[in-house]
């Protein structure tokens, strides 16, 4: 059984930065892409961030709307996945998602349980 836990989420005002940290446990052999995912009320979920890796080298990209302003990264060894978010707008307010490609006995896309990001203005 794989779990993705979240945490890090929380109220803060315009020009904040919250730093978002995702685990993967269980029975992983390996994890290829992970990746943060954001929805706002009515609206669709939309990727916010992804990276993958080959080898020592990890390749991140970015939806436009936060480019320069959120960071992905992932610790390979913890299997964990962070989001660091600066200058925080409200328009960046939603459930945040970690989401991981991962190996077990078979390839599977889990999802975290979504972590709640509101900011004020």
């Known amino acids: 059984q794989v779990q993705l836990v979240e945490s890090g989420g929380g109220l803060v005002q315009t020009g904040g930065s919250l730093r978002l940290s995702c685990a993967a446990s269980?029975?992983?052999?390996?994890?290829?892409?992970m990746a943060w995912y954001r929805q706002a009320p009515g609206k669709q979920r939309e990727l916010v961030a992804r990276?993958?890796?080959?080898?020592?080298?990890?390749?991140?990209n970015y939806a436009n709307s936060v480019s320069g302003r959120f960071t992905i990264s992932r610790d390979n060894a913890k299997n964990t996945v962070y989001l660091q978010m600066n200058s925080l707008t409200p328009e960046d307010t939603a459930v945040y998602y970690c989401?991981?490609?991962?190996?077990?006995?078979?390839?599977?896309?889990?999802w975290g349980q979504g972590t709640q990001v509101t900011v004020s203005s």
């Open positions: 989401n991981a490609q991962i190996r077990t006995t078979t390839w599977y896309d889990y």
């Open positions: 990276i993958t890796s080959a080898g020592s080298t990890n390749y991140a």
């Open positions: 269980g029975r992983i052999l390996s994890i290829t892409a």
